[in-house]
């Protein structure tokens, strides 16, 4: 477990591209995280200093930090700051093989219905949010302040 400097962060803006430059943080993140380079528990530069290091406005670090968090890769601890999460998973061998083997027989059965890989992930990304606000909805934990929004059966009769 290590500190990130700020001073010297790998990463360099592409200013020709059309990608926002919150994203092309993100994903730059997201591959060191991938590659190796920034292990589970290691601590990423705090938000204003990464700012400043790399001349570009808190508000694109804190998004990038964000969506990092939303998608499980890094995880922030109030007053300490935002670490790399720790990858979760079967804690078995074979519980992973046999997680691997579903995923595969997913992957090819979407690839079979004409789905590219990333659509597949966009579409199982959404899934996995709807089933989640499913289970959030069945079981409401007290003081969430979750409002739940229903359209008016009479207004989907009309539209019909």
């Not at 591959?31 to 589970?40: A, D, M, T, V």
């Not at 909805?137 to 739940?148: D, L, M, R, S």
């Amino acid at each position: 477990m290590s500190i990130i400097p700020a001073d010297g962060f790998p990463f360099e803006p592409d200013p020709d591209s059309s990608t926002p430059l919150w994203v092309q943080l993100r994903k730059r993140i997201a591959y060191l995280i991938g590659s190796g380079y920034l292990k589970p528990g290691d601590q990423l530069p705090k938000i204003r200093e990464l700012a400043v290091a790399l001349s570009i406005n808190f508000n694109t670090v804190n998004k990038s930090y964000l969506s990092l968090a939303s998608d499980g890769y890094v995880k922030s601890v109030r007053g300490k700051g935002v670490f790399i999460a720790e990858v979760q998973g079967p804690a078995d061998k074979e519980g992973q093989g046999a997680v691997t083997a579903l995923l595969d027989d997913c992957l090819q059965a979407c690839k079979n219905l004409g789905l590219s890989y990333d659509e597949t992930l966009a579409q199982m990304k959404l899934r996995v949010r709807q089933v989640k606000m499913k289970e959030a909805e069945a079981h409401p934990v007290p003081g969430t302040n979750v409002i739940e929004l229903r359209v008016p059966s009479e207004t989907v009769e009309k539209e019909a």
